[in-house]
């Protein structure tokens, strides 16, 4: 069965610095992975996505990820961090293997940025 | 616009009573699904549907209900059985195929007393 790890539950980095959030996967087969974002009392929004395309996958509001077979991780980036950018982030691994119906999510990163 | 609409965003329910959390898309997409979010826990899986008239029970079934009578509503039940129903509730939708990518409503926030 496959599963996700975010290292961090909690992240704070200054406005204008880099944000790094972890993510390691575990997976049978070669898996698709996930970034989500989510406001307070909001649903989950869907930041980027790896498909077994290109392996520097660039998303919505400035954010990438990288995937790394050898170190199963598909950590986020974003060179520069906004005020707006302050919410909670959901790492999720889809399974190819069981045709992609379910996702397994992390237990999210909560991102501060201080002023 | 495309999208998932849950409603009401906010519930309030006394202990003991069954409630129904509404999950309506026009997306057209086959899969629906209901997890449940507490704080610190992520996101765990209540029911999935893959189509119309069937579903499956996720990794936290227990005192929950579902049925998918028409493609575009799969709504939730929190029954009496449910020993700890305050929480959030998001409803998902997938299509068919693909890349596994679900797309989220805006959440129904339950509080039992």
């Known amino acids: 069965a496959q599963s996700v790890t975010q290292l961090g539950s909690h992240v704070s980095v200054s406005e204008g610095a880099l944000v790094l959030l972890r993510c390691n996967y575990s997976?049978?087969?070669?898996?698709?992975l996930f970034w989500y974002v989510q406001y307070p009392n909001q649903g989950l929004q869907l930041l980027l996505k790896?498909?077994?395309?290109?392996?520097l996958v660039k998303g919505i509001n400035g954010f990438e990820a990288e995937f790394k077979k050898s170190e199963t991780s598909f950590h986020l980036t974003k060179p520069s961090a906004h005020m707006s950018d302050a919410a909670e982030y959901f790492c999720?691994?889809?399974?190819?293997?069981?045709?992609?119906?379910?996702?397994?999510f992390g237990t999210g990163t909560r991102l501060t940025i201080i002023p | 616009d495309g999208g998932i609409t849950q409603s009401p965003k906010y519930l309030f329910r006394k202990e003991g009573q069954n409630v129904t959390l509404s999950c309506e898309q026009n997306?057209?997409?086959?899969?629906m699904y209901w997890y449940r979010q507490d704080p610190g826990q992520g996101l765990r899986l209540i029911y999935y549907?893959?189509?119309?008239?069937?579903?499956q029970k996720g990794d936290i079934a227990e005192g929950y209900s579902v049925s998918r009578e028409k493609k575009e509503s799969f709504p939730l039940t929190v029954t009496s059985a449910q020993k700890n129903p305050t929480a959030f509730y998001l409803c998902?939708?997938?299509?068919?195929?693909?890349?596994?990518?679900?797309?989220f409503g805006p959440g129904t926030r339950l509080t039992v007393t």
């Open positions: 998902a939708s997938r299509t068919g195929g693909g890349t596994g990518e679900q797309y």
């Open positions: 997976s049978s087969v070669p898996p698709y």
């Open positions: 790896y498909t077994s395309a290109a392996t």
């Open positions: 999720a691994v889809s399974d190819q293997g069981f045709g992609n119906e379910k996702l397994t």
């Open positions: 997306l057209n997409h086959d899969a």
């Open positions: 549907s893959q189509i119309v008239n069937d579903f």
